[in-house]
């Protein structure tokens, strides 16, 4: 059979993290709300998890703190690096995707965001040949 492995054995895997806020959901725009995001990218789709500042009190182990808030299908999505008048921060990513949801993606460290901006680059490329 054919499993997920395989399917996306083409396709790059990160993690790490990063600042992102949400700031348009099918194309309505939306309140920016930074914060701090476990980001991963698995099988063509970045996943961030909620701040686990935020997670409820009571048995309290890592794993269960690892709750995903926002997960964006990159496939048919755009990124690129965020015109000024988005965002007064440093180092901003525009991500867009196909659905009309828009995150921006932040981090102060230059090779940090460069990373990020690579592999999600190569992503989309990628999954615009299959
Ligand atoms: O694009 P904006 O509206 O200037 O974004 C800022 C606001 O979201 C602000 O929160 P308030 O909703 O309380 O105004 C945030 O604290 C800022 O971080 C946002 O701007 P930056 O430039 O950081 O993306």
Avoid at 8 to 19: D, Q, R, V
Avoid at 22 to 50: C, E, M, P, Y
Wanted: glycine share 6%.
């Amino acid at each position: 059979s054919t499993g997920s492995h395989q399917l996306h054995s083409h396709l790059l895997e990160k993690a790490g993290i990063i600042n992102k806020t949400k700031v348009a959901d099918h194309g309505k725009k939306i309140r920016k709300n930074w914060t701090q995001s476990w980001t991963v990218l698995h099988g063509g789709v970045l996943t961030f998890h909620k701040d686990p500042k935020f997670a409820p009190a009571g048995n309290m182990n890592k794993a269960s703190q690892i709750v995903p808030e926002y997960t964006v299908d990159l496939r048919g999505a755009s990124v690129s690096w965020a015109p000024k008048d988005k965002s007064s921060k440093r180092n901003v990513l525009e991500l867009k995707t196909r659905q009309g949801c828009e995150y921006l993606v932040q981090y102060d460290t230059d090779s940090i965001i460069s990373d990020w901006f690579k592999v999600i680059h190569d992503t989309i490329y990628q999954l615009d040949k299959d």
